[in-house]
């Protein structure tokens, strides 16, 4: 299968092109950029020619599938373009910003047949995976509250300087809190369901007032169990290494469970324990993107598809809740 990249403004994006090019079913034939002197920055790395616009991109019959990188604020736009190209689609997070364009995103991949995905790293995670795995057997009972911290480091003068105009970003928790909405449905067993209490504000970027890079939430997932997570941007620059950094706490009627993402061992006491119990992770099952193309071959849109829109979605309903307060 083809891909090819088009938006190149987030260094996301370069995992996943990497992961392209490394995967023995794709082959990477061409990259896009609107901005030139994205581009030619985009050239030290991406060693493949490049699309004098995204029309001709989507015009390539032998491009299968568009991976999107651009500012979030034109990934709803982009992405429907594809689909509308027939292309099946894969995006860093967000997919989009708004609930009006992932309303229409769904649509056109359902009446299409059109494979969308996400880069959900958390889901290639060996940690969470075990905990998966720990939660199905029923040794902790049923889960009924879950805490989770993913303070990011704000960066401010090295992150793209579009994180911060207006209409680009499109909200801290879209941002970073869809990895957390879709982990809890496949480690809790429940989807995110209702948002309770909800507050975003600047504590850390106050070059720029109007982004609001702080962001906590207390919300119920289907089954009605609580969630509270934190997914401010305000860690410092070590903020990937610390053990807060994608922590979750897991209570459940007859025990608890304690993990953090990009670790190696999973903490467990059940009912019968007196003490913490350690579990090492073993080698993970790679989710994220071979969930995607196994759609992109079957020529479905089936359950990955489903699964990042309905991610997408808790997301963007969490924000709208956040934007609407006063």
């Not at 209409?167 to 369901?193: E, P, R, V």
């Not at 997301?315 to 934007?323: E, H």
Request: charged share 25%.
């Amino acid at each position: 299968m083809n891909i090819a990249f088009a938006g190149l403004r987030h260094d996301h994006i370069y995992s996943l092109y990497n992961e392209a090019k490394a995967h023995p079913d794709l082959t990477v034939v061409g990259a896009w950029e609107e901005q030139p002197v994205f581009a030619e920055e985009a050239k030290s790395t991406i060693s493949e020619p490049f699309y004098d616009s995204y029309e001709a991109l989507l015009a390539d019959p032998t491009v299968d599938i568009v991976a999107i990188g651009d500012y979030y604020g034109i990934r709803g736009q982009r992405v429907l373009q594809a689909l509308r190209a027939g292309k099946a689609v894969i995006t860093d997070k967000p997919l989009c910003t708004s609930l009006e364009e992932l309303d229409e995103i769904e649509k056109l991949s359902r009446e299409k047949s059109i494979p969308v995905g996400i880069q959900l790293e958390l889901r290639d995670d060996p940690v969470l995976q075990l905990a998966e795995k720990i939660v199905a057997s029923g040794e902790l009972g049923e889960i009924r509250s879950v805490t989770f911290t993913a303070q990011h480091p704000l960066n401010y003068g090295v992150r793209p300087g579009w994180y911060f105009e207006e209409g680009k970003h499109g909200g801290t928790f879209n941002d970073i809190a869809i990895h957390a909405m879709d982990a809890l449905t496949w480690i809790a067993g429940s989807a995110y369901d209702k948002t309770l209490f909800a507050r975003q504000w600047n504590d850390y970027a106050t070059e720029v007032p109007q982004f609001k890079d702080s962001a906590q939430f207390n919300g119920l997932l289907a089954n009605g169990a609580a969630v509270m997570g934190d997914v401010s941007y305000a860690g410092p620059k070590a903020a990937f290494g610390l053990p807060s950094y994608w922590r979750f706490t897991f209570w459940g009627t007859k025990g608890w469970l304690e993990c953090k993402a990009g670790g190696s061992t999973v903490a467990v006491a059940s009912a019968a324990d007196d003490k913490p119990r350690t579990l090492e992770a073993e080698q993970p099952v790679k989710r994220a993107l071979d969930g995607f193309l196994r759609e992109v071959r079957a020529g479905v849109s089936a359950d990955n598809t489903a699964g990042c829109i309905a991610a997408s979605r808790a997301a963007l309903k969490l924000q709208r809740y956040a934007d609407e307060q006063r």
